[in-house]
């Protein structure tokens, strides 16, 4: 996705904002197609049956990585931000100095995170598409008797959760710079957020995002990344043992 957005922000040309506001329209609606075409042509086939899902969709992964490495190359390349002004949040830390104040990060894509939110939960809660996810998601065969068609719902709720996470992507490469390899961690990230979260509590998968994001950029910057990573699936292994249906998930009926 982040290289979607590198290419048509290279391509279109012109002032930064302009590239990275035609990415962010973009490579959203590619991924989104992709994926719903992806569930039609394939997942469909398989019955949505959880097991072979997975299996289906890493091997997705890797062609789609394999591919793009072999068009666009390894190498690391910049999306130039929109814009260079950020908010910077002040930090204590010991010099040499003593104890002193300085700004080591900054606010950019943090003010985008209540827009997305908002909007996510407008759809799911205030729309009909909304209705429909929830309906089938609630009771599968109750759908198909009221004449809701499961199987495009399926396809449409793969789509747009594609183009929610190539909306993130396109948000965090002015910062990471595009890599085919660059959404490995996310990716693991968002199992633990959604297991953690509980499967269908948009509240849950927040405040599991919270919690996991937090400390996990609290212990990167104080102890390693990889600890991180360790406590993050411990504490996986400790919700699935005594809350298998995630802190804010619920007992299917």
Same mark, same amino acid.
């Given at each position: ?106 606010? #950019?894509? &943090?003010?985008? +995170? ?5 909007? !996510? ?8 598409? *909304? =209705? ?91 102890? #390693?990344? &990889?600890?991180? +990573? ?5 504490? !996986? ?8 249906? *995630? =802190? ?6």
């Amino acid at each position: 996705v982040a290289v979607i957005a590198w290419w048509v922000a290279n391509s279109i040309g012109g002032p930064p904002a302009l590239g990275f506001a035609a990415a962010l329209a973009i490579a959203p609606l590619a991924v989104g197609a992709i994926a719903a075409a992806a569930d039609m042509t394939i997942l469909k086939r398989l019955e949505y049956d959880p097991e072979r899902t997975i299996v289906a969709t890493i091997g997705l992964l890797y062609i789609l990585q394999q591919l793009t490495l072999m068009t666009y190359g390894p190498e690391a390349r910049p999306v130039e931000a929109p814009f260079n002004q950020r908010l910077a949040l002040p930090w204590i830390g010991r010099t040499e100095a003593g104890w002193e104040m300085y700004y080591p990060w900054g606010l #950019s894509t &943090t003010t985008y +995170k209540p827009a997305v939110l908002g909007g !996510v939960w407008a759809m799911m809660a205030r729309t009909r598409i *909304g =209705l429909l996810m929830r309906a089938t998601q609630a009771d599968r065969d109750m759908a198909l008797a009221f004449g809701i068609p499961v199987e495009k719902v399926y396809a449409l709720v793969f789509g747009i959760g594609a183009g929610l996470a190539a909306l993130a992507a396109v948000l965090i490469v002015p910062i990471q710079q595009a890599h085919y390899l660059m959404g490995a961690d996310p990716l693991l990230l968002s199992f633990i957020v959604v297991i953690i979260g509980g499967l269908g509590s948009l509240p849950g998968t927040v405040v599991a995002a919270i919690l996991i994001g937090l400390s996990d950029g609290i212990i990167s910057v104080f102890f #390693s990344p &990889t600890l991180a +990573k360790i406590l993050a699936t411990l504490l !996986v292994g400790l919700v699935l043992v005594f809350r298998p249906n *995630g =802190l804010f998930g619920t007992r299917a009926p």
